[in-house]
DNA sequence: CATTGTGAACGGATTCACAGCC
DNA sequence: GGCTGTGAATCCGTTCACAATG
């Protein structure tokens, strides 16, 4: 199985496995790529070279299994086995994002949830503890977690991430305001809200700027 | 100024925003595209390329103008004017994005948050009243609405979506795990935040696959 | 002379068109 | 016959290199 994939295809897989899986509970044992296409939004070319990347996984002539299909996206995507994931920051999203995955996410498990203001502390988000910052090293390390999701305020998400890579951190969901400064080997994918909602403001105008 | 921008380039346009403001409350009245390089992490004939598309901002041999510059992104953008938003679905996530934006967004107003269900009806989000689906359409109106944010479960976000173009909607920032189906008119943005934690786990997973 | 603005070259991703296979 | 898998062609976005200019 081949790794470094575009990062344009690794956007689109979690696509086919939700897609996948909604298939499996209604049954359907066979989709074939135009059909996929249909469900996605994507070209049914372009979804068999996204999964043509990683091997030949179709019956010619008939489509792809969908069972065996998911099996293979969780391997490629590295959702086999639970993943954990610390959220680093209680605000409201911090505990929105906590309960969220909690409840619909099979494949990945918050296992801690931090923050540093004493109210916080000790307060249970749907059966987790919030924990203070000083313990945030030695959770990442006992329970192996490779996955962050900051939500602390801008000002403060450098100093959380710096000490992030040493304890195991490979890659971080980072929802804070600001760019991160990380060594070579973590990922961070930025996800900003506000940048988000204010590119859709663009578009949304456009129509009135026309006239 | 041009319209139909790349996608690429608005996508970058508010993160030039943000630092913009922070460069002009650390009164700093100048940048080149070097040093927003250096900011943003985007190359620095990416930044005047990106800018060029909609003018001649800067200033050859110096730089650009940070409180101009801003009062043009403004204008690009969208965010010259308050733009009121509403918010359908007030799950977790929905509160979250609520008070988010109410709290940090100086050029945005949630002027509505949506939901069914009873015990929800009537609760206070930072000053927002939870109100029934069946006003939405009303608020829409009666705020002159472009924009909505969409965080109910998946199974009825389609129902939701329908008719919103009806009543104006012309932007939609979806978080709920669904593809929806909207007039050409209406520019939808997924969120989705399993999707995007899916495909970081894949990058968190690269190093271990390799050996 | 430093920095912007931009045509030209490049590279990556998508689409096309069809060969390969069940 | 129908659908996958894939080289070739195309499209789009980024980077390069430099002309323009305050």
Known sequence: MRRNAPKSVVKRLPVYLRILDNLI???????SSRALSEETGFTAEQIRKDLAYFGAFGTR???????YLREKLLKIIGLDKQTNLVVIGAGHLGKALTRYNISKNPYVKVVGIFDNSPEEIGTD???IIIRPMSDLEEVIK????RVAMITVPADAAQDVVS??????ITAILN????????????YVHNADLTIELQSLIYYAMED????
Chains 1, 2 share one sequence.
């Open 163 to 168: 000490g992030l890579a040493d304890s195991g």
């Open 175 to 186: 929802f804070a305001p600001t760019k991160l400064k990380v060594p070579e080997n973590v």
């Open 25 to 31: 509970r209604r049954d359907v044992e066979i989709i």
């Open 125 to 127: 988000i749907g059966g």
């Open 208 to 211: 009135e700027k026309q006239h």
């Open 142 to 145: 006992n329970h192996n977690v």
């Open 61 to 67: 002539g008939t489509g792809y299994n969908t069972g």
